[in-house]
């Protein structure tokens, strides 16, 4: 009998903004392997769905968190104690995502066998792991208790819940919380206060991150007048933190999936073998949420590139999809099996 691997990761937790920061009180996450796992040293950091740094690697198959965090612009100790769907995170933490191409071979979208597929660029000898194992399982948190869970695996990020975490309230825990905390910090009572007061925000909510995480049944679509147009790679972030990446075969299906909405699309295609490019589209936010209010069914983000690559429309099922900027760039590094020779 084979004995798997004890899964590894690292643990992160994030904010929207600076001016939401959370610092930790007492963390445990729980695994089923019974082993001990934690949450990083101090404060939140870097951004919605990505803190930006990493600490000592943790180990086991996470499946739920005891967390107690102190928020100052709600000046209040929040606790989390959360259980993930245990049969989810056995699965997540097994799962490798594909980031490359592998020559003359068809990837999978994930596997579970591990990296034993290597890529290689630029039709050199130089080898480059194709999958990526999950690297780290990120808290964030946003106003008035909100907690949302992701799995990383690098340019692929999912979603494993969104939880609620209660103020804490009962006198015996607050009172601890807030001793662990001024000593932490060292902080003097009467600093504390005049902190809670400078920060403190009454308008604070969680209703855009909510909204963030709102799904839709679409897809997007590539087209070009040219007839030699070839679409290889799309790498799509989305408002509610998750990220994907289509590689050419599975763009040719392009199925409809329950998906959040995009903020930044960036995508290779070429038409001749000196004529490779990529492209990115910024979303704009209001625009885009407000006409998927009037959703169908499902839907199609439509990317039409101009016969000479100079210009792209984007439209929503047909009709004109104003957007932030679009950019594109001549593409000479990236290599794809079924690039133009």
Known sequence: MIKEKTP???????????D???????????????????????SSSGKWGNSGKMWTEQHGTPIGADLTYYASYDNAFYRLKVDFPVEKMKDLVRRNYAFREIKGKLVKEYIYE??????????????????????????????KGMVVVWANYGLTVIEIGRYQAQVVTDPQELKLAKEIHLRTWRFTPEYFDELAAKKYNPNANC???????????????????????????????????????MLRHWLLENKIRDRALPRVMQFFWETAKEEKFEGRIFFNRDEL?????????????????????RSIVVLLNGQVLKVDSIRIYPNSDYVFNESYR
């Open 114 to 143: 591990g990296d034993s597929d290597l890529i290689f660029i630029h039709d050199t000898d130089a080898p480059y792991k194709s999958y990526h194992c999950l690297l780290s399982i990120v808290f964030g948190f946003a106003p």
């Open 207 to 245: 209703q855009l991150w909510d909204m963030y995480r709102v799904r839709y049944q679409w897809k997007p679509v590539f087209t070009s007048e040219n007839a030699a147009f070839r679409i290889f790679e799309v790498n799509t972030e989305y408002y509610n933190a998750e990220k994907d990446q």
């Open 20 to 42: 939401y920061m959370v610092d930790m009180v007492k963390d445990e996450i729980f695994t089923l392997e019974g082993i001990h796992a934690g949450m990083p040293y101090g």
């Open 289 to 309: 949420f407000e006409r998927f209010k009037a959703a169908l069914t499902e839907n199609e983000i439509q990317i039409k590139i101009a016969e000479d690559n």
């Open 8 to 18: 590894e990761w690292h643990a992160e937790m994030c904010h929207p903004n600076n």
